[in-house]
């Protein structure tokens, strides 16, 4: 570089400079977590303290001893590992949105098997009536960060990650970036555009990639015959899909981490390189596992919609029981189990796909648990054993337990293993394991890891001296008995759900089938709200009412409010469901309504709305297309003739008014006034297929006209 640039010898020095002053340590492994502010006179660990036996005595009323033990060794087990600013930090930005009325789900992956985060109000499920694990959330024998997910109101989750910037600093926090990969249909087509091939013919041949998670073009090419034909007949299609592969995995563009949000203790900066994302907001330049690996404090802000819909039926039916708490229902109530058997779970969380609502109707719930149960089989793998669970539920003599002390661990899934708790509890009650031993058990068979799972078969079976594991013999289970119990735990634990997210979602599950139970018209307008801006879900929802007997009221500008609401024991369809009409400006004639009363007809309406300047032609045509202003006094083919005709008459009433002149109609007294009205001319109404396809148009669906 010298001989090449003699003239610029300080170019070179400066860069010289510049690498020398690049000196950066960067330290893995070590947690920095941002310090919680405490109020005077505590430190930390005695406030975390003083909450969770406040929160005990609350949840358990009289508490036994074994509930104080359970708390007492939860709790030193988070002091020991440096989480207790974690857990106070979780606590208030969740009591946060308690207060101010955002809604937060009951609890979310492993942290429901806390009793901590249970007396602290992070989750609203009882551990040990569940049978939950803390070991499944935190372990001491293997140290890593906790993981806490929390949903909240899908339309209010920002408002709590705007407090968490405000409490800990705007430089303190960041988003965190996310990198699309190149996946196997987008790569096909990316690489076909590089290569200038017809869009049309590189299109078929990237739909010939079958839809399914986690696809790979060579796992296509085995799954699709014709793409193999192609990929080994046609040249073209050779070298596209060769090129396509050697790209496939590979980062193709940045975004933001849709609920990932990093908090440091110090300014973020000072840990990890900073971006702006596309809308200008402050992103890490890192992914979520390295700042994770670099021990930084990752929070994921979920949003939920079923949590928004619960909320807002509540709401809707507080009108018919004031003092309706959703958190205080009985979970026992056999008419919502026996509701939940007959498969009707059209709209309910978690169980309103085809499969889901068969599956309902063979299990028949008689318990939480058996939805529990549910939730966690009706996956791929697990359904072999739907079978033999129903089985066991149906006819309790066919279940066998191999040794006594499985009764107690399979009793409540019928002598199946469903959970990983239930991998955890039997090799701790038949071997001997710590509970912490037994997570590091449970994650090697979930992640089938052969060499480690076969050297704790001889432990399982026969103890190990070394690390005090008695074993199965020396507890009275003969060999041949232990190592079958072992290969069904393999067998099983390849599938076994997280019992603590199961219990969680079930929670929802339950509440939504609670209130479609018992307050359907209300539940149902909640549910088509959330989907408003979806019209093939508002037709499939507009179906399920007419199936349940609820009428859906087509929307009207006098009765209507932005969102679906109850009409009587009828739906109104929502105004905001409206094509092209945005909710402030719905918002804007709801208010005129309150204020002023209802609309006389079209020109008072036309007239209101224009001195409130949100007059524009289509608003008005959208409005009378939907069938939203027939309480106005006129047809849809009236109003759609004239209404042109009284804006124009309303705007030059608004240019004489504001220049200061008089016009005719100011000069001529109040009967002489209905000569000037616009009368509607008489053109009848539209054919009845005129006025659904109008509908189709602007609402997206048929409210089937009279």
């Not at 930390?44 to 359970?70: A, F, I, V």
């Not at 008072?604 to 202003?629: P, Q, Y």
Request: aromatic share 10%; charged share 25%; net charge negative.
């Amino acid at each position: 570089m010298a001989a090449l640039f003699p003239y610029a010898r300080q170019a070179l020095e400066n860069t010289q400079k510049i690498a020398d002053r690049c000196s950066v340590e960067i330290e893995f492994g070590v947690t920095k977590l941002p310090k919680y502010d405490v109020p005077e006179g505590y430190t930390s660990w005695e406030y975390l303290q003083k909450l969770c036996y406040e929160g005990l005595d609350q949840r358990y009323r009289t508490p036994s001893q074994e509930l104080k033990d359970r708390l007492a060794y939860e709790l030193d087990t988070i002091r020991h590992m440096g989480y207790v600013d974690y857990f106070l930090i979780v606590w208030d930005f969740i009591k946060y949105a308690k207060d101010h009325g955002i809604a937060v789900g009951p609890g979310r992956g492993s942290a429901a098997g806390s009793i901590v985060s249970y007396c602290l109000g992070i989750t609203t499920i009882d551990p040990i009536h569940y049978q939950l694990l803390f070991e499944r959330f935190l372990n001491p024998e293997r140290v890593s960060m906790p993981d806490i997910d929390v949903d909240f109101c899908y339309e209010r989750r920002q408002e709590v990650i705007d407090y968490v910037t405000r409490k800990y600093g705007k430089d303190c926090v960041a988003q965190i970036v996310t990198f699309g990969t190149l996946a196997a249909r987008g790569v096909i087509r990316d690489v076909g555009r590089v290569m200038d091939l017809p869009y049309a013919y590189v299109d078929s041949i990237a739909k010939m990639i079958p839809q399914e998670l986690g696809i790979t073009i060579d796992k296509a090419l085995q799954m699709n015959p014709e793409l193999r034909k192609l990929y080994e007949s046609d040249e073209t299609v050779t070298h596209l899909i060769d090129m396509a592969k050697r790209l496939e995995g590979l980062p193709r563009h940045c975004s933001m981490h849709a609920a990932g949000v990093v908090i440091c203790q110090k300014p973020v900066e000072e840990y990890v390189p900073l971006s702006r994302a596309a809308d200008g907001t402050i992103t890490t330049q890192f992914i979520m596992t390295t700042l994770e690996e670099l021990g930084l404090l990752k929070m994921d802000f979920l949003g939920l919609r079923t949590l928004t819909v619960i909320q807002n039926a509540v709401q809707l039916a507080r009108k018919k029981q004031p003092d309706l708490q959703i958190d205080k229902i009985d979970y026992d109530d056999k008419a919502v189990l026996d509701y939940i058997g007959t498969g009707k779970t059209e709209g309910i969380f978690q169980l309103e796909s085809g499969g889901m609502k068969n599956f309902m109707k063979e299990l028949q719930p008689h318990s939480l648990e058996d939805v529990i149960a549910g939730i966690s089989l009706y996956r791929p793998g697990p359904m072999d054993f739907i079978p033999q669970y129903i089985r066991g539920k149906n006819d309790r003599s066919s279940i066998t337990y191999d040794c006594p002390q499985l009764e107690p661990i399979l009793a409540p899934t019928y002598g199946c293993i469903v959970y990983q708790e239930q991998v955890m509890q039997i090799v701790r009650d038949l071997a001997g394991y710590t509970l912490g031993r037994s997570d590091l058990l449970r994650r090697a068979m979930s992640k089938k890891k052969a060499a480690v799972m076969e050297k704790e078969r001889k432990t399982f079976v026969y103890g190990d001296e070394e690390t005090g594991v008695p074993g199965c013999i020396k507890n009275g289970i003969d060999e041949q008995t232990a190592n079958k119990i072992y290969d069904e735990m393999i067998d099983f634990a390849k599938y076994a759900f997280n019992k603590s997210h199961a219990a969680a979602y079930a929670v929802v599950s339950y509440q939504t089938a609670w209130l479609k139970y018992y307050y359907p018209v209300e539940y149902m307008a909640a549910l088509m709200t959330s989907v408003i801006d979806n019209p093939t879900k508002v037709a499939e929802y507009i179906y399920v009412c007419r199936q349940m007997g609820i009428r859906i009221l087509p929307p009207d500008i006098n009765k209507g409010e932005a969102d679906f609401s109850v009409d009587g024991g009828d739906i109104r369809y929502g105004l905001a469901a409206i094509k092209s009409i945005g909710r402030p400006v719905i918002r804007a004639i709801v208010n005129d309504r309150k204020e002023l009363g209802e609309f006389r007809n079209l020109e008072d309406f036309i007239t209101r709305i224009s001195s409130r300047e949100l007059m524009n032609k289509r608003l008005v045509e959208n409005l009378i297309k939907a069938g939203a202003l027939d309480v106005l006094g006129g047809t849809r083919k009236q109003f759609m003739s004239i209404y042109i005709q009284i804006m124009d008459h309303v705007n030059q009433e608004k240019k004489y008014s504001m220049s200061g002149q008089m016009s005719l109609f100011d000069l001529v007294g109040e009967e002489e006034k209905a000569d000037f009205q616009i009368r509607m001319p008489d053109v009848g109404e539209y054919s009845k297929e005129n006025k659904l396809a109008f509908e189709k148009e602007v609402l997206g669906v048929y409210i089937r006209s009279e």
